[in-house]
């Protein structure tokens, strides 16, 4: 690859990295409180799983998104440093986030969408539960009693109890989302099993992620390697991960404005 084509590359990367500015000024502290219209269809699935809102679910996994975008920016294009693995953990927890988002808020229909939200809620109780557990700490509820709750507001929806508290990973997260998108989930999965891999340092991801140079002297069988990052991988991870934000801001809206039914 040519240093002409890295800038465009570059470039590119930068034109999807600075889509964020608009959603940066909605997540501004002391901009205006944004919510749903009454009546809006957010606003009844807010009423349906309150207090477990998910409107409020939706925009706080667009939040993560977003920060770890504009992180992903200010070190790309203002401090203008290019890291080898780095890069991909931003932009998988920014895809990670946006999926949750869009995976909340895609389903046409309303029980599947006050499904969702239970499960992501349960998610949530079993990850702070197994914090709480190794500090030796308790809270005002044990996590029965949280898991009862949620059930709880499962019955009264006409929802399935037990799905309501069914463990959800992230790759099914992700997987669904990218249903969501006019490419389908093929793209949005293996861009996020690559980025995680290279979070952990797995030795095919990082094979597959940087640039790789054979270079002479290397004794019999053995290979002598000059290794650099990749701007073409870290470019399509990041253009995918500003797309489902991008879906999961259109979805919001869309709830949000949209007369329920």
């Known amino acids: 690859m040519t240093g002409d084509d890295e800038q465009q590359l ?7 990295l600075d889509r964020i500015d608009p959603w940066l000024k909605r997540l501004d502290p002391d901009g205006p ?7 809006s269809t957010l606003s009844r699935d807010n009423k349906e799983t309150d207090p477990h809102q998910l409107s409020q679910a939706a925009w706080h996994a667009l939040s993560h998104a977003v920060d770890h975008l504009h992180c992903l920016r200010t070190l790309l ?16 927890a920014a895809l990670e986030n946006a999926s ?3 995976w909340l808020l895609a389903p046409d229909d309303r029980a599947e969408r006050i499904l969702r939200r239970l499960r992501f809620a349960a998610l949530d109780i079993r990850g702070s539960e197994s914090a709480m557990k190794l500090l030796g700490a308790t809270g005002p509820k044990t996590e029965a009693e949280r898991r009862d709750e949620l059930k709880a507001i499962a019955k009264r929806r006409g929802v399935d109890e037990r799905e309501a508290v069914k463990h959800v990973s992230y790759a099914e ?9 006019p490419s389908g989930n093929k793209p949005y999965l ?4 690559i980025c995680s891999a290279i979070a952990h340092g797995d030795l095919w991801a990082t094979l597959n992620v940087v640039s790789l140079e054979e270079l002479p002297g290397a004794p019999p069988d053995l290979a002598h390697l000059k290794v650099t990052a990749n701007v073409g991988t870290l470019s399509s991870a990041v253009r995918y991960a500003v797309r489902m934000t991008a879906t999961g801001w259109r979805l ?10």
């Open 100 to 102: 949750a988002a869009v």
């Open 173 to 181: 997260i992700v997987q669904a989302a990218g249903d969501a998108m």
């Open 33 to 39: 409180r944004e919510r749903p219209q009454e009546r």
């Open 10 to 16: 570059f470039a590119e990367m930068f034109r999807q």
């Open 252 to 261: 919001f809206d869309e709830r949000g404005t949209r007369h329920a039914r």
């Open 77 to 92: 294009k203002d401090a203008q440093v290019m890291h080898m693995y780095a890069p991909y953990s931003l932009a998988r």
């Open 190 to 193: 293996l861009t996020w099993k």
